[in-house]
């Protein structure tokens, strides 16, 4: 895996892990971090036979991402921020444009572009201790790297604005409720858990996983005719594919089955 300064990227069995690295800054995101986040997704992305799974988390124990760093955004023109939005919106939506699916692994403060990053993932497993957070207006400013639409399509329009105007912070048992977070662990359980799910989506299909992630993604938002068409035409796609195959033969003959992938 290529070396960076603020972020660490490793792989291990299919698995790789992308961990923002700056804990004296509670893995505050700068420029150079949301560069780096990008680069590092390149590097999953163009490694698609070896890695299957991404997890997301943060270095430390006190912090997944406590938000975008606010000492160098405080001297900024409009230009700067548009530039530095622009920047996060590049990398988080290379997080969602990945056929790899992405947990994210949240251990501690998530809050703004933390949150902003967590919930560009598939999905969320998160320490009982973590806690979330929109709170962009207390600094005087809304949410810019996604935090207005993201969130909105996780826990609704209602829950959002709330969590926004607000700018409180909720526990993981209150994220976990609202719909934020997937599954709550125990702190030192948390990568276990991230992983163990990991594993087991491994076990499948995994060229199915990634258009059932497509038509998810993509379709969500269509009118309901429109995306019953596109989640056919991508069931159909999968009969195409050796995986079908596999994957049917090893039910009927009542054995465990050997994706391949093709």
Known sequence: MKDFENVLLEANDGIATLS????KSLNALNSDTLVEIGEALDVVKNNEDAIKVLIVTGSGDRSFVAGADISQMRDMNPIQAAELSKLAHNSFGKIENLKQFTIAA?????????????SSCDMRIVSEKAKFGQPEVTLGIVPGFGGTQRLTRLVGRGKAKEMIATGTMIKADEAYRVGIADEIAAPEELMDKATEIAKTIMKNGLIAVGMAKYVIDRAADLPL?????????MWAQTFATEDQTEGMSAFLEKRHAKFSGK
């Open 225 to 233: 005719d429109t995306a019953i068409d596109f989640e056919t035409q």
């Open 20 to 23: 923002i690295n700056r804990p």
């Open 106 to 118: 949240v251990n501690g403060f998530c809050l703004g572009g933390g949150l902003e990053l967590a």
